[in-house]
């Protein structure tokens, strides 16, 4: 049974994203913690690589397709692993290098404003007017003010680590508005398996380009811990949940999960690394929060205005029915999620 067969309903997708936010939030600090013995981009070469191949196994085993026909699907699969895999990883490995995780995170979740912007502008979903423009120059300010020179946890760290992350996160939001039109027949499973291997062919491809070897590896425990965890529980399991929710919830919403990365990247940073973030990038988290609430402002109505209507129902009927304990048992009904 697929796992769009099992996880159906408002709360398990809220699950999802919680459990996504958790294993991409935690795997900033697992990357921070296996550069110091990996190569880059041969470190995230080898994480996609194996779980591709994982992903691809499991699918031949389980579903009816497993490899990509039509022109579209190859599309798909081409789109993701360029930008979803190959460019965004390569460019956020390069850049933790020099940028601690939990800052990377902080960076990373401006992903849902670029998203946002490039939906407007490659999908023609909503039109940006003034408010959107204010809300993305806030998000790009607050990039700013955590880049800020000599700042809290980035004294001494250049610009050019800050803005490969910046770039990587664009890749990403882009990434994921261009596969959004490109609706096929091929399992989710098959699809996933293919991004990531292609995704893992051009990360190898740059890492030979940056001489990049296997002998360069330190295999410590660390190195491998941080390997598998990369690959079992973030690669694996996450992007299952990532693929899973683009599709149900489209690119605006999924990347709602970005703003609670930092929050899971901060915790374990201090926890495992002593590390945190300064007050120059909370602040700058704060600006592109904000910015993010302006350009989706409406989503947020959209969603209140659904919260007040299931508490009152739900008020309702246990004050006109106050034995009546069984009857939101099975989760909610068709008409409060068909809004």
Not at 57 to 71: D, F, K, M, N, S
Not at 104 to 132: K, N, R
Not at 237 to 254: I, W
Not at 258 to 265: I, K, N, Q, R, T
């Amino acid at each position: 049974m697929s796992l769009a067969d099992t996880l159906h309903g408002p709360r398990a997708t809220a699950a999802m994203f919680a459990a996504l936010a958790a294993f991409w939030g935690t795997s900033f600090v697992a990357i921070q913690a296996g550069l110091h013995d990996f190569p880059p981009l041969l470190f995230a070469a080898l994480r996609f690589g194996i779980a591709g191949l994982v992903v691809l196994g499991y699918a031949v085993c389980t579903t009816e397709r497993w490899l990509p026909r039509t022109r579209a699907e190859w599309l798909q699969v081409t789109i993701g692993g360029v930008l979803v895999i190959a460019v965004y990883h390569g460019l956020l490995y390069l850049g933790e290098r020099h940028v601690p995780g939990a800052v990377a995170a902080v960076i990373v979740s401006m992903a849902p404003v670029l998203t946002a912007v490039f939906a407007s502008l490659v999908l023609s979903e909503d039109s940006i007017g003034s408010v959107e423009i204010v809300g993305f120059a806030l998000g790009v300010l607050g990039v700013v003010a955590i880049a800020a020179p000599g700042g809290g946890a980035l004294a001494g760290v250049g610009l050019v680590p800050i803005a490969l992350v910046v770039i990587g996160t664009a890749t990403f939001a882009l990434g994921g508005v261009l596969t959004r039109p490109l609706a096929t027949s091929l399992p989710l499973r098959s699809m996933q398996a293919w991004t990531m291997l292609v995704g893992a062919a051009l990360l190898f491809g740059g890492a030979g380009l940056r001489g990049e070897s296997v002998a360069a590896i330190h295999w410590t425990p660390t190195a491998v811990l941080s390997l598998a965890y990369l690959t079992g529980v973030s690669g694996v399991l996450a992007f299952l949940l990532y693929f899973e929710l683009l599709d149900r919830t489209g690119p605006s919403t999924v990347h709602l999960v970005s703003y609670l990365e930092p929050v899971v990247a901060t915790v374990m940073s201090v926890a495992l690394l002593g590390e945190g973030v300064g007050p120059a990038t909370a602040v700058g988290f704060l600006a592109v929060l904000t910015g993010f609430f302006l350009v989706e402002r409406a989503r947020f109505g959209t969603t209140f205005r659904r919260l007040v209507r299931f508490v009152r129902r739900h008020v309702l009927r246990r004050t006109s029915n106050p034995d009546d304990r069984t009857s939101y048992a099975g989760g909610y009904t068709n008409s409060e999620t068909s809004d």
